[in-house]
């Protein structure tokens, strides 16, 4: 079945600095990946749809100057949280093809 | 948008039992439903999937049912066991042969007691 691959799998960053997650097909090229995000406890929440070679996608009320998406080749979809704050804490993982990256614990102090 | 709710929220049973997790959808246009399971702090992992053209799908002790018509799609674990404890989500999708962008339930949380 397909691999996705995600890095990095744990961050800690301080407040106000920038992270970026990287989520890569490994035998497979993915015109399409997706991103969630996951609180504690909770579900996880599509944010983007990543689509290579174009803009991404953002579901109603993800910021999209907040969390940049960059889809510049078939097998690697990239994250960035911009400017991280406390309440950007939180689990970050990619998909594609219904299989999942093993998730970024993000946590800003 | 798709609206997935998933019941219950927790339960528990005895090693050896069956668990059955329901989910509900909104969208009739969702022709892919998923089922995940996620341990703690790991990736969610396919157990199983139904196509909208199917009634029922079994894997070993895994199946699932959908019921197009009340938009409804159940998950049953027979016989089960310890290492079955974890967080299940059902999700649903228009599968469009590439990718699917889901919309997850909320989750169950199952234990199963010795």
């Known amino acids: 079945g397909a691999v996705v691959s995600q890095h990095p799998s744990r961050v800690i960053c301080k407040s106000g600095t920038s992270v970026k997650i990287e989520c890569r097909s490994l035998d497979f090229q993915a015109t399409t990946m997706f991103w969630y995000r996951q609180f504690p406890k909770q579900s996880l929440m599509l944010m983007a749809t990543s689509n290579e070679g174009s803009k991404a996608t953002y579901e109603q009320g993800v910021e999209k100057d907040k969390f940049l998406i960059n889809h510049a080749s078939l097998t690697l979809s990239t994250l960035t949280v911009t400017s991280a704050h406390p309440e950007d804490s939180s689990f970050y993982i990619c998909?594609?093809?219904?299989?999942f990256g093993s998730g970024t614990r993000l946590t800003v102090v | 948008g798709e609206n997935v709710e998933q019941h219950p929220s927790t339960l528990s049973v005895q090693e050896g039992d069956s668990a059955v997790i329901k989910c509900t959808y909104s969208d009739s246009a969702s022709n892919y439903f998923p089922w995940y399971k996620q341990e703690l702090g790991k990736r969610p992992q396919l157990i199983i999937d139904i196509r909208s053209n199917v009634g029922e799908k079994k894997d070993q002790r895994i199946a699932v049912t959908l019921n197009k018509t009340a938009k409804h799609f159940s998950l049953h674990i027979t016989e089960t066991q310890p290492e079955d404890s974890a967080v299940y989500f059902c999700?649903?999708?228009?599968?469009?042969?590439?990718?699917?962008?889901?919309?997850f339930g909320t989750g169950t949380r199952l234990q199963v007691t010795l």
């Open positions: 998909s594609a093809r219904d299989d």
């Open positions: 999700a649903a999708s228009i599968y469009t042969g590439t990718a699917s962008k889901l919309t």
